[in-house]
């Protein structure tokens, strides 16, 4: 579906689509999930105290969360062989 109307914005399509999508589509997500299991690995997630963790969505061109999820990144104490 697109807009011609120019009244919403497309607010993500990193890769393209059709003919002239990224050729190293696959690739990229492969780096984009390890780059995401590192994060997993090697920093504890936790909630930001005081806030709510509401995942609402909300429709844009993908599904969104309605508000921002704050979260607090500590290292994790892993050993130094690793």
């Known amino acids: 579906m697109f807009d011609i109307t120019g009244s919403r914005v497309i607010k993500m399509m990193p890769f393209g689509v059709g003919r002239r999508i990224c050729p190293a589509l696959g690739l990229a997500l492969l780096h ?8 997993v690995w090697y920093f504890e997630w936790t ?8 995942l609402s969505e909300k429709k844009e061109f993908n599904t969104v969360t309605k508000y ?9 104490g892993l050993p130094q062989n690793m």
């Open 68 to 76: 921002p999820l704050r979260a607090r990144i500590s290292p994790r």
């Open 47 to 54: 909630d930001v105290e005081g806030d709510i963790v509401d």
């Open 32 to 39: 984009l999930e390890f780059f995401v299991a590192n994060l």
